[in-house]
């Protein structure tokens, strides 16, 4: 991550996407094993929100880090 303090750029986009995506796939997967292999609207609406959930916390993440991926750091002073 390169973006500055609370930016972002298409990485951290395409990151939290790609994050949420294989959350929400993962989580899907895990819930209908674990009721029988059941596909409704109840198990793609769990997969929407914890992809949701997993894509907002990156982007959160990525808001308040700094390009060294420090959290709720200022960018450091550049010396030259």
């Known amino acids: 991550m390169k ?3 609370l ?10 996407f790609v ?3 294989l959350t929400a796939l ?3 997967i895990i ?3 674990q009721k029988g292999a059941v596909f409704d609207w109840l198990s793609v609406k769990g997969i ?3 992809g949701l959930s997993a894509a907002l916390s990156y982007l959160l993440k990525c808001l308040l880090s700094n390009s060294r ?4 750091r200022k960018e450091p002073a550049v010396r030259g």
Not at 7 to 16: A, N, P, Q, S, V
Not at 69 to 72: D, E, H, R, T, Y
Request: proline share 0%; net charge negative; glycine share 6%.
């Open 7 to 16: 930016t972002l750029d298409y990485r951290d986009i395409l990151h939290g």
């Open 26 to 28: 993962l989580t899907g």
């Open 31 to 33: 819930d209908m094993l």
């Open 48 to 50: 929407l929100i914890a």
């Open 3 to 5: 973006s500055k303090f």
């Open 19 to 21: 994050m949420a995506f």
């Open 69 to 72: 991926n420090q959290l709720l």
